[in-house]
């Protein structure tokens, strides 16, 4: 039976078993996140919000779903301080009193929350923070990106005058599109022994497919009419998502993959925004397009530390998959050490000096 419960010293208000109509369209402008859109949650976490927590005094509004005795609060990278993450998770354990735990995600040192905690996991966004203008973002960037961009750009444009980007909004060619930036991403990993992600994980395609879909652009640059460079971006209020790139194998020359991230940035610039998350791994040319590590983590938070005590198969699940994660980040250094070590052993003619 949905219900709604009220606490004033807490500023917040629980709606129980329901979501209120048009609550959850705030939450796109409140908080500018990818991962905290309905179209995220029902793509990737494969749940519907059952309930809502809001905060007045700054308003926050964090949806829900009640799995076993557990809370998972869906809203995922958001801006929200110490303290109303705490009065959220005060507010929830009140409302619902059979809740042994809340699973709740915060951008902030996890030691801040001072709640009974456990750490599951963190991941770290490259995040470019957006100046008022263009010029201003280029004196962000070191003078060897600079001269770099103009350098690339210029002869992009030198040799190919008629190159164009065009932008298109979600649905309409996104299975057609999906397909050429598969085809092109198989063509230049297989060069240095790798397979595309989606390859080696399926099941995550039709998942993204889907979110691109329901909410994704492309911006597809065409020289000739001919596409040469795709990227996969998800605007969502102030910020925009590069979620996936790709370009012609045969045109590595004209570095299309930096270019053509730059350009939806300065398209980004263009429409407003304030920042470009870049999303994880590969930092290095990230740093060069001015992205800074951002970290998440995701907790347990727990009624007491007596109830945090008595939650020891959680505890043995996270050391697993700490293990499995630390493994999993050594292969993918040693392989990227390998990658690197055969590209700089190839010498002209085949001699070393």
Known sequence: MPYDVAY???CAIVHIAHVPGGLAGEIDGLYSSLFSTLDYF???DDMEPSGAVV???PRHVLLFAVVGDTIEVLNKTIAIAPADARRACRALFRALPDVRRIHLEVMFPPARLRLAKRVLYSSDDMVVALPGSMESYLESL??????????????????HPDVTTEVFEPGGRTTELFDLFMGWKRRRLAADGRTVYFDRFPDQEARFTELLRRRGEVHLTSIEGRAVSLVFAFPVGEASYIYQYAFDPDLAYFHLGLLSQYWVIADALARGMRRVNLLWGTSYYKERLGARP???????VFRSQAARLFSLGEAAEVGLLRLRRARGLYWQARHAVGIWVRAHSRWPSGRKP
């Open 42 to 44: 029902a793509t990737y």
């Open 8 to 10: 004033d010293d807490l």
């Open 142 to 159: 070191g003078r060897s990106t600079r001269r770099n961009l103009r350098t690339y750009e210029n002869r992009l444009r030198r040799s």
């Open 55 to 57: 905060l007045r005094s």
């Open 294 to 300: 951002v970290r998440a983590t995701r907790l347990s």
